[in-house]
C-alpha cells in the first residue's frame, strides 16, 4: 500500500505545482482575493470552453496547425536545398551574401506583416509568409553550418574510395550534418509557432490567435484565459512531439562531446 | 596595419550585396504599381525627416528604456534562481521544472491580453511582457551552466577548504559564465523583438506604436523606413551581445541545453 503510494507519488511530483497554481487559481478569485470580473476561476474558464465546444477548439487547434506546418513545410522545401548548395558548391557565395542573409533575418517577421497585407492582400497569405520567413532562416543558417562543419577528413576518405559526388552527399555529408540540421528546423518550427499567435491575432478568421485577439476585442475575458491555456498545451505537446522524433531519427550519433581532461 | 586594411576590404565586400539589394529595390518599387513599395530613395528622405524632427528618436528611447527595465528585472529574478535551482536544490528540480517549462511554452503573444488586464497598455505591461519572455532562456541556460560544473572541481575546491561562498564565486559562477551569457544574448535579441510586438499591438508610445501608427496614415515611405529602422537596431543589439559573449566565452565552449 505504502509502496503503491510512494509510485502514484514519484510519478506525480512535476505536476503538483501546476495543480497548486489550478487550486489557486480556483480559489483567489471565490474568496474574494483579486477581482472574479479580471481573473475568472478555473472552473469558469473551463465551462466556457465546454460551451465553445470541443469540436470548435480542436478545428481551432486543426486551423493553426495547418497554417504552421504548410509555411513551415515551404520554408523546409526552399531552405535545404538551398543552404546545401550555398554551402556545398558555392561556398564562396555563401560566404559572400552573408550579410545580406543576416540583414533579413533580422527583420522582425511581426511587423512584416502589414507589408506583406500591402503586397499579397489580407487573408492566408500574409499569415503563411510570416510563418514561412520566420522558419527559413534558422533552417538555411543551420544547414549551411552543418554541412561546413562536416569533418573534411571523412570526405576525403569517402573520396579516396572512390565514391561519387552524390554518394560522398548522401552517405557522407547528409548524416554528418544531419543533428545540426534537425536543430534549425526545430528551432525554426517552435519560432513559427511562436510567431503564428502574433500573426493570427494581426488579421484571421479563424484560428488560435484569432480566438484570443477575438475574445480580446469582445471582451470575452474567460476565452482569453482559455486561449492561453490552449496555446500552451499545444506549444508543450509540439515539443513532446519534436523531441520524440528527434530522439527516434537522430540515433547514431548519440556519442557525447569529447572529454578533454 | 595589414588588419585594418582585411577589415575594411571585409565592410565594401560585405556591403556589396546590401548595396546591389537597394538598387534592386529602386528599379524594381518604379515597376510595381505606385502605392505597394516605395523606392528607398523616399525611404531614407522620410526616415531622415523622422530623425531631425526627434520623434523617432524619442519612440527608440522610449522602447529602449522599457527593454532595459524588464531586461534587468529578468536578470534580477532569473540568474539567482537558476544558480540556486542548478546547485543547491538540485532536488526541487523535479518539482518545479515542468512548472517552469510549461510557462516557458505559454506564448508571449498569448499572454499580452492577459497581462493588459492587469496592467493596462502602459510602460508596466510592456516590462511585463519583456520580463515573462526573457526570463525563460535567462533561467534555462543559467541552470544548464551551473549543473554542468565539472564535479570534480567542486570537490578538488572542497578538499582545499574552500568555503561556500569561495566555492560559488570562484569555482561555480565562472564556469557557468559563458552558459549564462549565451541565455542573456538570446533573452536580448526576444525582447527587442518582444517589445516591437506588444507596442504594436497595444500602445499609445514607443518604436513599435510609431510604426503601426505610420501604417494606419498609410504613410509608407514612413512605413518601410521605420522597418529598415527596426532591422538595423536588432543587428546592433545582437553585434553588441555576440562581442559580449565571445569576451566570456574565451576559455570554454558552452555547454549546450537540451
Known amino acids: 500500500m505504502l509502496k503503491a503510494l510512494k509510485s502514484i507519488h514519484s510519478a506525480l511530483t512535476s505536476y503538483y505545482l501546476i495543480f497548486l497554481l489550478i487550486l489557486i487559481w480556483e480559489l483567489a478569485p471565490r474568496l474574494g482575493w483579486v477581482n472574479a470580473v479580471f481573473v475568472p476561476p478555473f472552473s469558469r474558464v473551463v465551462k ?64 512584416l506583416f502589414p507589408i506583406f497585407v500591402i503586397i499579397i ?55 554528418a550534418a544531419f ?22 491575432s494581426m488579421g484571421a478568421d479563424k484560428g488560435l490567435g484569432w480566438l484570443i485577439h477575438n475574445a480580446q476585442s469582445m471582451g470575452f475575458i474567460e476565452r482569453i484565459y482559455l486561449g492561453a491555456l490552449i496555446v500552451a498545451a ?28 | 596595419m595589414s ?41 531614407f528622405q522620410s526616415l531622415w525627416a523622422a530623425a531631425t524632427s526627434e ?52 506564448n508571449p503573444f498569448a499572454i499580452i491580453p492577459i497581462f493588459m488586464i492587469f496592467f493596462g497598455i502602459g510602460t508596466a505591461e510592456k516590462v511585463a511582457v519583456v520580463f515573462w519572455a526573457t526570463l525563460w532562456p535567462l533561467l534555462f541556460n543559467t541552470m544548464a551552466g551551473a549543473r554542468a560544473v565539472d564535479y570534480s572541481l567542486i570537490r578538488a575546491a572542497r578538499s582545499m577548504g574552500a568555503t561556500r561562498r569561495e566555492l560559488f564565486l570562484k569555482v561555480i559562477l565562472p564556469y557557468a559564465l559563458p552558459n549564462i551569457f549565451i541565455g542573456v544574448e538570446l533573452a536580448a535579441q526576444l525582447s527587442f523583438f518582444m517589445i516591437i510586438a506588444s507596442e504594436v499591438i497595444g500602445a499609445s508610445t514607443g518604436l513599435g506604436w510609431y510604426y503601426i501608427s505610420a501604417t494606419t496614415k498609410y504613410q509608407l515611405p514612413l512605413m518601410y523606413g521605420i522597418v529598415l529602422y527596426i532591422t538595423v537596431l536588432s543587428i546592433l543589439i545582437n553585434l553588441f551581445f555576440g562581442r559580449l559573449k565571445k569576451h566570456f566565452l574565451v576559455w570554454k565552449e558552452a555547454v549546450q541545453i537540451h
Open chain 1, 48 to 111: 466556457v470552453g465546454a460551451d465553445l465546444g470541443v469540436g470548435n477548439i480542436l478545428l481551432y487547434i486543426a486551423i493553426s496547425l495547418k497554417r504552421v506546418f504548410v509555411g513551415f513545410f515551404i520554408a523546409t522545401l526552399l531552405a535545404l536545398p538551398l543552404g546545401f548548395i550555398l554551402a556545398g558548391a558555392l561556398p564562396w557565395l555563401a560566404r559572400f551574401i552573408r550579410p545580406f542573409t543576416v540583414f533579413l533575418s533580422q527583420i522582425p517577421p511581426y511587423i
Open chain 2, 3 to 43: 588588419s585594418f586594411w582585411s577589415d575594411v576590404k571585409k565592410f565594401v565586400y560585405g556591403s556589396i550585396p546590401i548595396i546591389l539589394f537597394f538598387i534592386f529595390w529602386e528599379v524594381g518599387a518604379g515597376m510595381v504599381p505606385k502605392g505597394v513599395i516605395s523606392p528607398p530613395t523616399e525611404v
Open chain 1, 179 to 200: 543533428p545540426a540540421i534537425m536543430t534549425g528546423m526545430r528551432s525554426g518550427l517552435t519560432m513559427s509557432f511562436f510567431m503564428l499567435i502574433g500573426a493570427e
Open chain 2, 55 to 106: 520623434l523617432l528618436f524619442r519612440q527608440t528611447a522610449i522602447s529602449l528604456g522599457r527593454v532595459g527595465m524588464g531586461f534587468a528585472l529578468s536578470i534580477l529574478v532569473a540568474i539567482p534562481l537558476g544558480f540556486l535551482l542548478g546547485t543547491f536544490f538540485q532536488s526541487a528540480e523535479k518539482l518545479l521544472l515542468p512548472f517552469f517549462r510549461m510557462c516557458e511554452k505559454l
Open chain 1, 121 to 175: 492582400g489580407i487573408g492566408e497569405g500574409g499569415i503563411y509568409t510570416v510563418i514561412f520567413w520566420s522558419s527559413f532562416w534558422p533552417i538555411l543558417f543551420t544547414s549551411i553550418a552543418g554541412i561546413s562543419q562536416v569533418d573534411p577528413l571523412l570526405v576525403r576518405a569517402a573520396k579516396a574510395m572512390n565514391a561519387s559526388r552524390i554518394e560522398i552527399f548522401f552517405k557522407v555529408v547528409l548524416p
Open chain 1, 234 to 261: 499545444v506549444g508543450a505537446l509540439l515539443n513532446f512531439v519534436l523531441d520524440f522524433l528527434e530522439e527516434s531519427i537522430v540515433d547514431w550519433k548519440e556519442a557525447p562531446e569529447e572529454q578533454t581532461v
